[in-house]
T-cell receptor, first 117, second 121 residues
Framework: AQTVTQSQPEMSVQEAETVTLSCTYDTSESDYYLFWYKQPPSRQMILVIRQEAYKQQNATENRFSVNFQKAAKSFSLKISDSQLGDAAMYFCAYTPLYGGATNKLIFGTGTLLAVQP | NAGVMQNPRHLVRRRGQEARLRCSPMKGHSHVYWYRQLPEEGLKFMVYLQKENIIDESGMPKERFSAEFPKEGPSILRIQQVVRGDSAAYFC???????????????????FGPGTRLTVL
């Protein structure tokens, strides 16, 4: 079964500091995508960053970066220079690639990030 | 380019009534996905549709739930005879198509709408 596990229900960080959110997944597929989505209190799901499994280079989007360890099936999100607007629920998600096509997203249970001023 | 639109944003129904949730994908997107988020939980996949075709409904409850994506108009998620346990946020996402082996499939990145919060009294 394909599963995504986020073992940190809640995390807290001081404004301007760095925080890392953990995510592990289980799959027998070799081709897949991994994502981090942010859900602020408005409940809108916002794509933060994505990673293709065939790429060894870790994805980066401004203050957000990932540490993708394919062999360990680990996909952590690092937020640098944390801002008050980063406070949200963060979901890790996985989707397998079948012949280049994708299907459903499988989500973890989420990590609630609080940013302290 | 407008994002994924969902309406209504909030829907209140009494037990036994029907709920209809609508989703208009982003322009140019031909694949729609529905997810349900129960209180204090993550999103769970329900159904994946292409226009006039259900690709994967493995996450749909066997009874009372149905989905469609007609040639014209929005995708509809329909819940008949709602019960309190149906209270949740329902999210729709869309993705652009990719042509593979003569067939169109959804691509990797899904863009989410704002969700519909269903409350069953």
């Amino acid at each position: 079964a394909q599963t995504v596990t986020q073992s940190q229900p809640e995390m807290s960080v001081q404004e301007a500091e760095t925080v890392t959110l953990s995510c592990t997944y289980d799959t027998s597929e070799s081709d897949y995508y991994l994502f981090w989505y942010k859900q602020p209190p408005s409940r809108q799901m916002i794509l933060v960053i994505r990673q293709e499994a065939y790429k060894q280079q870790n994805a980066t989007e401004n203050r957000f970066s990932v540490n993708f360890q394919k062999a360990a099936k680990s996909f952590s999100l690092k937020i640098s220079d944390s801002q008050l607007g980063d406070a949200a629920m963060y979901f890790c998600a996985y989707t397998p690639l079948y012949g280049g096509a994708t299907n459903k997203l499988i989500f973890g249970t989420g990590t609630l990030l609080a940013v302290q001023p | 380019n407008a994002g994924v639109m969902q309406n209504p944003r909030h829907l209140v129904r009494r037990r036994g009534q029907e709920a209809r949730l609508r989703c208009s994908p982003m322009k140019g997107h031909s694949h729609v996905y529905w997810y349900r988020q129960l209180p204090e939980e993550g999103l769970k996949f329900m159904v994946y549709l292409q226009k006039e075709n259900i690709i994967d409904e493995s996450g749909m409850p066997k009874e009372r739930f149905s989905a469609e994506f007609p040639k014209e108009g929005p995708s509809i998620l329909r819940i008949q005879q709602v019960v309190r346990g149906d209270s949740a946020a329902y999210f729709c996402a869309s993705s652009p198509p990719i042509l593979l082996a003569g067939l169109y499939h959804g691509t990797d990145t899904q863009y989410f709408g704002p969700g519909t919060r269903l409350t069953v009294l």
